[in-house]
């Protein structure tokens, strides 16, 4: 049975239900730099109105009027100012992904001189890789994702002929979600927090790859290279076909959730103790 509620206590339940909004140290101390700047102000109104007759209620509809109509017509011009500065800025990351896409389709299509029978050294690489590198850093999630479809399906991330070298390449938080990228290179790539839940990773080349904080639930990992990748706090729930081999390959666990939903912390423990138990069965 729980013990009855002190008067207090009841009172903080009362204003936690009717007021549900719970500010932060900053925001209460300037709220009440607020409050106490506008008593100061009504007090000031009050003493100077009293030689005029003039009431606090006076003052109070004087100016309550005029300045609600201030404060709504910034907060709309607030509100207005900041819907254009996101349809600005999805406008020119869809013109970017757009030009990107234009661009790289040129290299690849060109009849003379086509970026799939470039050289390893040579400049229409650098180009490729320039332009990849500087998009992705533009680029939310979802763009970031189509730029991947382009480069897979365009075999130019292929783990036996690479074209475009993603190394450092900015995926962070992209949206990659059941997307298929067997076989991809994305070695030293940049995934940390990307979504690759359900992503087929089959044979696909992750070495040194940032996957801290990455979903990689039900992702198929069969035969994919974890070798010193970072998958510190990454969610491998139900991803399939991994090896123990192949996770104890990765740079950084610590913090993940395992493929059998474990903490990495508590697998651990458990292989420790199989292992152990192992060499005890093998003694005479």
């Known amino acids: 049975m729980e013990p009855e509620k002190t008067p207090r206590e009841r009172a903080k339940d009362l204003i936690s ?46 100016l309550i009027i005029p300045a609600v109509l201030a404060i709504g017509g910034y907060l709309f011009t607030r509100s207005e100012n900041r819907a254009t500065r996101v349809a600005a800025e999805q406008r020119a990351q869809d013109e970017a992904l757009q ?28 180009v490729a890789r320039a332009r990849t590198l500087t998009v992705l850093s533009r680029l939310d999630g979802d763009r970031k994702a189509r730029v991947m479809q382009f480069l897979y399906e365009s075999v130019l991330i292929n783990i036996k002929h690479p074209v475009v070298d993603l190394t450092g390449a900015d995926l962070s938080s ?14 030293y790539a940049d995934l940390h927090s990307a979504d690759l839940h359900g992503a087929w990773l089959v044979y696909a080349d992750l070495y040194g790859t940032d996957l801290r904080g990455a979903i990689l639930s039900g992702a198929k990992l069969y035969g994919a290279n974890l070798s010193d990748a970072d998958l510190s706090r990454a969610k491998l729930s139900g991803a399939w076909d991994t090896t123990n081999e192949q996770l104890e390959q990765a740079k950084s666990l610590e913090g993940a959730i395992m493929p059998n939903g474990q903490k990495y912390e508590d697998w651990l423990k458990d292989r420790e103790r199989q292992e152990g138990d192992g060499k005890k069965g093998e003694s005479p």
Do not use: C, E
């Open 99 to 126: 030009a990107y896409l234009d661009g790289m389709s040129q290299l690849v299509t060109d009849k003379d001189r086509p970026l799939h029978r470039s050289p390893r050294s040579d400049r229409l690489r650098t």
């Open 17 to 62: 239900l009717l007021v549900p909004w719970r500010p932060t140290t900053w925001q209460g101390l300037w709220a009440i730099r607020i409050i106490l700047a506008i008593v100061v102000v009504l007090g000031l109104l009050t003493l100077v109105g009293q030689p005029f007759g003039i009431t606090l209620w006076d003052w109070l509809d004087l």
């Open 174 to 187: 992209a949206n990659l979600r059941t997307s298929s990228l067997s076989g991809a290179s994305l070695v």
